[in-house]
């Protein structure tokens, strides 16, 4: 079982930065492959990036590419995700997750666990 909690969600402007970390319990992290997601009301959960177990592979959706990057230190059972030029469109509560595999997926469904989510509002 992993038990997932996000944090450093906020508010921020238009250009600015924020730093998100999800901590993991349990004593499998290090083999298992991450993601983060986001959502807004009204619209499915998308996809942000991934990032295998060593962190050698990282992917991220095109509209994050080149302004976030993920992140993780198996020593501190954390992913992070740093998203620089913050847009209004990337207003969204975010999520972490792992799946037991230690590749990276893009799918939500091939993700096991969940965390339950911080909110990043990025204002004009």
């Known amino acids: 079982q992993v038990q997932l909690v996000e944090s450093g969600g906020g508010l921020v402007q238009a250009g600015g930065s924020l730093r998100l970390s999800c901590a993991a319990s349990?004593?499998?992290?290090?083999?298992?492959?991450m993601g983060w997601f986001r959502q807004v009301p009204g619209k499915e959960r998308e996809f942000v990036g991934a990032i295998n177990w060593s962190g050698g592979w990282t992917y991220y959706a095109d509209s994050v590419r080149g302004r976030f990057t993920i992140s993780r230190d198996n020593a501190k059972n954390t992913v992070y995700l740093e998203m620089n030029s913050l847009k209004r469109e990337d207003t969204a509560v975010y999520y972490c997750?792992?799946?037991?595999?230690?590749?990276?997926?893009?799918?939500?469904?091939?993700?096991?666990?969940w965390g339950q989510g911080t909110q990043v509002t990025v204002s004009s």
């Open positions: 997750a792992a799946r037991t595999n230690g590749n990276g997926a893009v799918r939500e469904y091939d993700y096991h666990y």
């Open positions: 349990g004593r499998t992290f290090s083999s298992n492959a």
